[in-house]
């Protein structure tokens, strides 16, 4: 499908800039969009990726991963049936939900790159997504987060009264987009034409049956045990005098969770390291040896990258997000679908960027606290950047042939917004 896509916005933002004159756009665009793909997305991920794999390595190492995933084993052994309960891939799938849910992007992207290469270790297929990978992305392009902070910080900048009223919309949608997703995903997968090719039985790839056992980690002393807990304790006061400190109208538990994701990276990078030396790890040679890796997959995800970059940019610049607007816009008015919303609504799946721009504008056009806005902020808390993550986290496994992994996405997504409108409708429509 992604083949489809892909070659469309092509030849459609070619078409379009022929006809609209704005062939020398489409140019800038393209080329423009190829040097942020390498210089301000690929390059600065290799930093952020190789501290995150260092800090996954040393976490597996000492057990952590494995503790973290047996607590959660229930409910991923029936979202991802074909992946041993005692694989490091739970753990890692386990880690970047974790940091989605929290809002720690920085976080959230490596973790789910190494999850997906953790996954490519079962898959015996090499090129073609399996049914985990597709089910771990359906997942990811639903947006499972508790507080939308971008959206926020624009609602706040624009002068909202109470920018965090939408958390709860959001939230709401947010939910029916991941359970859409969830049942997309398994849905489309028993379809014939979405049905895996047969398995190669040359290739190298781990098969389940082999899959890492259950192991056998060393656990803190006693006296390490009361450090650990001395350490946790800091942690406990910093977030009370954050919470004391923060805005005294805000909700306590908004005010909770904003704690919580300002003290969570810190925290990580300080406790796997702590915990795996009280463990007697080598913390220093692991991190080294898990962060060799970060550099690599961040050149391996160009291609996919500048490929799915530079074709929305060249549709953008042609005019067809316009072109799309204009002529949806009847139909959607027919079913009291603001039209507002709709360049938002297209834009989304395709670029972070663009819809970040595409929300402040619409905000100040029709102000901070007005009904579309809010609706806005909840669709923006609600969705993903769907071709963005399906280009970089496949780009890092080299999969080519997506199967359901995009319908799956872009249903989440309608999802999402569906649900955003009906229920700030209902809430905030009086």
């Keep these: 499908m992604l083949n489809v896509i892909w070659l469309g916005l092509i030849v459609l933002a070619v078409l379009l800039g ?4 704005r062939l020398p756009e489409v140019t800038a665009a393209a080329f423009d969009a190829c040097k942020m793909a390498v210089m301000s997305l690929a390059l600065p991920l290799a930093g952020v990726m190789a501290l995150w794999l260092g800090l996954m390595k040393i976490a597996e190492k000492s057990g952590l991963v494995s503790l ?10 029936w979202l991802f049936p074909d992946v041993p309960p005692n694989h490091p891939a739970m753990g890692s799938m386990v880690m970047n939900m974790a940091a989605n849910m929290l809002g720690l992007n920085n976080a959230a992207t490596p973790l789910g ?3 997906m290469q953790d996954l490519e270790t079962l898959n015996t297929r090499p090129g073609t997504a399996s049914n985990a990978m597709c089910t771990f992305l359906a997942i990811n392009t639903s947006s499972v987060q508790l507080i939308p902070a971008t959206t926020i910080a624009i609602l706040a900048a624009a002068g909202s009264k109470n920018p965090t009223v939408i958390i709860g919309t959001a939230f709401f949608a947010t939910c029916c987009s991941t359970i859409a997703g969830i049942l997309a995903v398994k849905t489309l997968e028993r379809l014939p034409m979405f049905a895996l090719p047969p398995a190669d039985p040359s290739t190298p790839h781990q098969a389940a049956s082999e899959a890492p056992t259950d192991e056998t980690h060393p656990r803190p002393a006693w006296w390490g ?3 650990l807990l001395a350490f946790a304790g800091c942690f406990l006061w910093f977030g009370w005098q954050f919470t004391a400190s923060s805005d005294t109208n805000s909700n306590p538990l908004v005010a909770l969770v904003e704690a919580v994701s300002y003290l969570a990276i810190p925290f990580l990078v300080a406790f796997f390291p702590l915990y ?14 898990g962060a060799k890796e970060g550099f690599q997959v961040a050149i391996r995800i160009i291609p996919y990258l500048v490929a799915i970059i530079a074709a929305v940019a060249m549709f953008r610049a042609a005019g067809g997000i316009d072109i799309l607007t204009r002529f949806l816009g009847p139909a959607l008015a027919a079913i009291h679908f603001p039209s507002e919303l709709l360049p938002l609504v297209l834009m989304r799946p395709l670029s972070g960027s663009g819809a970040n721009g595409l929300f402040a504008e619409l905000v100040a056009n029709t102000g901070p606290d007005s009904l579309v806005s809010r609706m806005a902020a909840s669709i923006m808390g609600s969705t993903e950047t769907t071709f963005y993550v399906i280009a970089v986290y496949f780009g890092s496994v080299a999969v080519r042939r997506s199967r359901h992994a995009v319908p799956a996405g872009l249903f989440a997504d309608l999802a999402g917004v569906t649900a955003s409108v009906v229920i700030c409708n209902l809430v905030f429509g009086r």
Excluded: H, N, Q
């Excluded at 973290?68 to 052994?77: D, E, G, I, M, S």
């Design 18 to 21: 022929g006809f609209s004159g």
């Design 68 to 77: 973290l995933a047996k607590a959660l084993r229930p409910v991923l052994r």
């Design 113 to 115: 790159l190494r999850a």
């Design 225 to 227: 045990t009361l450090f």
């Design 276 to 289: 795996a030396a009280l463990c007697r790890v080598k913390v220093y040679e692991e991190f080294v040896e």
